[in-house]
C-alpha cells in the first residue's frame, strides 16, 4: 500500500510540475499587467516607461521574452518565492492568507455536502421507484441545473424574504464576520456566533451543490450494489434487508465514488470561486478573478499552482481512501 | 428493471429543450424590442404589454436580451459539445485501438490537461480569443478529457469482445473492424456524453460571462445578464428571473435529455444484474461485459464540471 | 413429517411472468432431493421463493412450510431471525456472492453472532472451526483473509462453512458447482456430503447437472417450465425414466463410460427449452414431445404414480414404458471414410509453442513472475479428424488457440498451418489462409455482434475475401440450410434467436469461406443440455459431409469422448497426455488424466465411485512448483513419498528408491514420451504405470 501511494506520488509530481508550468506560460502569454487595470479587452496599449521599468522589476512586462520570464518565475518557485503582485507585495504571505479564507469557507460545506449527498442517493436507491425515491431525485435533477452563482442569489433572496418577514436576521450574507462583534454584549461567544451566521448561507450553497453530485453517484452506485449476489447472500445469513445494505452494500459502492472524489475536488474549488464573490469573502477565488481581470499573472499562476497540487492531492487522497475500503487494491499494489 | 422512466426523462428532455429552441430563435419575430434597443422611458420597468419581462437599468427590453443570451448559450452549447465529443472520440479510439506508446502519450495529455484547473485556463484565454468561436474553442479544449478516457476504456473493452476477435480472425482488416463493429458501439456513449457536455459548456460560458471573462457590454449573455441583476435582486426580482430561469431551464431539458438518453441506449446491452443461464468455467466473459459499464456508469460525474 | 415441505408453490416476476407454476416438494432430515432443469425452468426462483429473497416485485403464492411453520408471508424481520438459522442457502458463483471487502472469518462469524448472539471472539473461534471443518488448510490464518485471495474452490468451500454455521434444519443449494473446475466439483460435493453429515440437514440442490445429482442425491425432480414433470428416487428415475422429456434429457447426454456407438446416434430432443414465462400449454413439453398425441393437448398432465414414489407428468405414460422407443436411435452419418492417419497430410503442426504473459503492474515485470498460460506446446492435426483438448480453467487451452488463430510469429516454438509455418507470412498469404482456419467462439451471445442481422453476419466473410456481390445471397441461403436454419432468420438481430440458434449463426459463419480446419472453443459450454446435443450432432454431421479437421476445446470430458479422434489433456500449459481418444479415455497414462476422469460425476446413480479426489487445487500459473507442475497434486508422488503403499515397488525400491524417485519429479519437468508403437498414446509422467 505505501509504496503504491510513493509510486503514485511520484507520477502526480510530475503532473504537478508540467500542470504548473503550463498554466504559468498560458497566463503569461495571454494577460496584460497594468498598473491601472483599464478592464481585461483593453489589450497591450503603450505604458510609460516607468511602468514599464517597475513591471519589468516584478518580472510582469509582457514585452519581455516569455522564456526569460518564466525561468525567473520557475527559479522563484524552486525557492518557494511565488513572485510579487501587481502592486509589489509578496504573492506568498497573500496566497496563504487567502487559502486559509477559502478553507474555512468549504470545509464543512463539503463535508455537510458528501455526507449528505451518500446518506440521500443510498437511501433513494434502496427505496427505489418509490415517492420519496422520486423527489430525491427530481430535487438532484434540478439542484444539478442551478449554477452556483444562480442558487446563492436565490439563498440570499430567501434569506432576505425570512428576515423581512420575521423581522430578525438571522444570517448575514456578506463577509465572513461584521466588525465590532467581539466587542458586543457577548464578547467571544458573540464573535463565534457572528462567524456562524456568516457562514450560514454559503455553506448551505456549497453543501447543496455538492450534495447533488454526490446524491446522483451514490445512488447509482448503490442500485448496482442493491442486486448485487452479496448482499442477498448477507440477507441469506439473517440481516434483514436494511442491515445488508448498511454493513455489506454501502462500504462497497463507496469504492467507486473515491474515484470521482479526485473529480469533484476541481468542481469543489469552482463551487468556492463563485460563492467568495457572491458573498464577499475575500478568499482565493475572489482574489484570482480579480487578478485575471488586472492582468496579474503571478497571482493567476500561484492560484493554479495551488488548484493543481489540491486536485492532486485529491488524487491521493482518493488512491489511499480507496486502498483503506477495498483490499483488493491493496493486493495489487 | 423499468426503462421506461428512461425514455420518459429524455422525451420530456427533448420536448423541453425544442420548446427553448422555439423560444430563442422564433421570440424575436414576436417580440416588440430588439435586443440592443434602449427605450428610454422605461428604467427598470417591471414586466409589461410593451416589455414582457420588464427592463434594465439603462432601459434595454429584458425579454429580447433573454433571448439573446438563449441563443448564444444553445448555440455554444451545441459546438462545444459537437467538438468536444469528436476530440474525446479520436484521441480515445486512438489510444485505445493502437496502445503503446501513443496511448501513453495522449493518456499523459489527459491527465495533464485534468490536473490544469481548466475553468482558470479558459479564464485566462477568453479575453485574448474574443467572444464568438473563440469561447467555443477554448471551452472545448477543456472539456473533452474524461469522455475521451471513457472512450478508451471502451475501445478497449470492445476490442476484446469476441466478435471483434472473430472478425479479425475472419481477415477483416483494422479500419473495417473499428468502423464496422467498435464505433457503432461508441455511438450511443458519444450521443450520451456530447449531451452532457452541452449542459457542461452552458454553464462555463453563463460562468464565465458572470465574472466578466465572456461577453462585454452592450453584447449580452445570460451570465452578464445575471450578474447584473444580482445586487438587486430581491428589489427587483424579474430582473434576476428572467435570465436565470431560462438558463436553469436549458440545463435542466439537457440534463433530463442525457440522462433519459443513457437510460434508454444503455451502451451494454446484457444487464448485469441479470443472472447467466450457466457458464462452464471459463466465465471470463461475463465480467468483460460488466467492465463495459464501468465507463458508463461515471457519466453522471460529467455533469458537474463547471459549477 | 417432512423437515421442508412446498406445496402449489406459484412464482411470478414482474411484469407479469410466471417462472414456477404449482410446484410442491417434500425433504425429509438428512435427505439430498436435487431439482434438475435446464435455464427458464424456474429451479432458481424456487430456490429464492423458498429463502423469501425474490427480487423486488416478485410474487409467491402457495405455501412454503419449514417444520410446519409457515414462510411466504412473513415479513422481511421474522424471516431474518429463520434465515442463516435454520434454513441456509448456498449461491452459485462463490466470487460475486461474498462480499469483497470484508474477510471471509468476520463473514461466517457474522451470521454466528446475528442468531446465536455469541461474542465476537467466540464467533470469530467457531468460524475458523468450520473452516477447518470444510478443509480450508491453515483456517486460523485463512479466516483473515479476503474472498479475492481464495481460488473458487476455496471460496465455495467458504460459502459451506457459512450455511452450516447455525446447524441449520435445510439448506438449499443453487447451482453450487457450477462455475468450478471439474476436479474441484468432485470436491465440493464430499464437502456437501460432510456437511450434510454435520448437520442433518435436509438439502435441496439445484443444478442442470444430472451428473452432480447422481453423484449427491437420493430423490430427483425434474422441472420443466416452471413445473414438475418428474420425480422419484435418483435409481429409479435415471434408470426407468417415464416422462419424455427425461427421457430425451438422459439419453442426449455425453457420456464417458459408454463407447461411442458407430453408425447409430440416439435423436436429440427438438427444439429449445421455451423461454420463462411463455405462455401456458397444457403439456409445456408438448412441442418437442416425440410422443405427443391429441390427448396430451386437453389438460396439463397430472403426475402419475409410476413407481414407488416415482411420478411423472404424462398422460402417456403406457408409451414410456420401453424409453427405447420414445427417442429411437437414429442412423448417424458413417465415420469418413479417409487412408490412415498416417498417409493424411497434417493441417496444423505445432512444436514447442510458448506464449507468457507480463505479470501485472508494470514495475514488477521480471521473468520470474510471468503468466505461463503456454509453456512448450507440440502436437500435429491431420486432415479430417478432431482433436480434443481438454483441460481445467487457466491450462491455457484457450490462449493456445489464440496463438494458432493469430497466425504470426510465436514468442517461442514453430506453428504451421497447412504446411506453411506461420513466422513467414505476408500479409497477403495470412489473410488467404484465413480462409482455411476458422473458429467458433463458446458463447455466441458474445460472438455475433448484437447491432448486425443474420445476413450480414454471414456476408462479412464473404464479402471480406472478395466472393462476388451476386453470389453472396445463394451461399447465405446455403449456410442457413447447412446449419439447420430458416431462411426467415436471415433477417433477425442475433438478439432475436435462441442461444442454440446463435450458436448455429456462428457455425455458419466460420463455415461461410469452406475452412479445412475448425478451432472449436468451448461450442456448448454454454448451452443447455438438449441444445447441446443438437449441436454436437450438427458438428458431427458439417465433419463427415464436409471433411473438416476439428480442434475441440471443452472442459467437459464427456462431450470431448463424443466428437474426438484423439485427445489432448493440458496441464498449467503443457500437454501431459495425448492419443487416441480411447486409448486415454479407457486406460490414462498420466495421473492427472487419471484424476479428470474420476472427477466427472456419471449420470448414473449406480456409478457412484469411491473415487479419490484430487487434494489441492490448481496450480498458479506465474509461480509454478519446479519439476513436474502437476507434482503438488499428485496421487503418484504422494505414493512416492510412502513406499510401502506402492505394494510391486515397496522391496526392491524401499526408502530410498522412494527418495530417488520422488527427486525426478522435483527436479525436472517430465517431456512427453515417445509414443508407444503399439497404441497411440503418450504421457508426460516421470513414472507412468506399467503395462498391466
Redesign the interface.
Known sequence: MGRFLVRRLAGHAVLAVVAASLAYLLAAASLHPRPDPPGPAAGPAPAAPADRAALRRLNLDDREPLAERYRVWAAGIVRGDFGRTLRGEPVAAELWRRLWVSVRLLAAGSALGFAGGVLLGAYAAARRGTAADRLVTAGSFLLLAVPVFVLAPLLQIAAAAVDQATGVQFVEWVGESSPGAAGGAFGALGAVGDRVRHLALPTVVVALSQLAVYCRYQRGMMLDVIGADYVRTARAKGLRRRDALLRHGVRTALIPLTTYFAYTVGVLLLTGMFTEQVFGWHGLGEWVVDAILRGDVNVVAAANVVAAVAVLLAGLASDALRGLLDPRVRARA | ??RPPGNRRAVAGAVLLAALFAVAFLGPLAAPWRWDQTDFTAFRAPPSAGHWFGTTQSGRDLFALTLRGMRKSLLIGLLVAVLSTGVAAAVGMTAGVLGGWVDRLLMFGV??L????????V???S??LGGGTGVVLVIAAFLWM?TARMVRAMTLSLKE???V???R?????PV?VIV??IL??LASLLVVDAALNV?LAI?TE??LA????GA?PPDASL?TL??DA?GA??AY?WL?ASA?GP???I??AV??LG?GLRDALDPS??R??G?????????G?PQ??CAVR?PA??A??K????? | MSVLEISGLHVVYPPDVPVVRGLDLAVEGGEVVGVVGESGSGKSALALAVLGLLPAGARARGSVRLRGAELLGRSDAELARVRGRDLAMVFQDPLSALTPVHPVGDQIAETIQIHAGATRRAARARAVELLDLVGIPDAARRARAHPHEFSGGMRQRVMIAMAIANDPVAIVADEPTTALDVTVQAQILDVLRVARDATGAAIVLITHDLGVVADLADRVVVMYAGREVESGPVGDVYRRPRMPYTIGLLRSLPRLDAPRERGARPAPIGGAPPPAGGPPTPCPFRPRCPIGGPECDRAAPAAVLVGAGHRAACVRTAATLDAGRVFPAVPAPPPPRRPPRAERPAVLRISGLARHFPPRGAFARRAAGAVRAVDGVSLEVRAGETLGLVGESGCGKTTLLMEILRLERPQRGRIAVFGRDVAALSPKVRKALRRDLQVVFQDPATSLDPRMRVRDILTQPLRTHRVARAAVPRRVAELLGLVGLEQAHADRYPAALSAGQRQRVAIARALALEPRLLLLDEPVASLDVSVQAQIMDLLEDLRAGLGLAYVFVAHDLAVVRRVADRVAVMYAGRIVEIGAADAVYESPAHPYTRALLDAVPAPDPAGRRGRRTLLADPPDPSSPPAGCPFRPRCPRYAALAAPALLPAAGDELGARGGAVARARCERAVPELAAPDPAVDRSAACHHPPGPP
Open positions: 428493471m423499468t491527465d495533464l485534468l490536473v490544469l484547473p481548466s475553468f482558470l485556463a479564464a485566462v484565454l479575453p485574448a474524461i469482445r469476441d466478435y476477435r472473430a472478425a480472425f475472419l481477415g477483416v482488416g473495417r464496422r463493429h457503432p458501439h449542459s454553464i453563463a460562468g458572470y465574472l466578466g471573462f462585454q451570465g445575471i450578474a444580482r435582486a430581491p426580482p434576476f436565470a438558463l436553469v431551464l440545463v435542466l440534463n433530463l440522462d446491452v446484457p448485469c444484474a443472472r447467466a443461464p450457466r457458464r462452464g468455467p471459463r466465465d466473459v468483460a461485459l464501468a456508469a461515471r453522471p460525474g455533469r458537474e464540471d463547471a459549477a
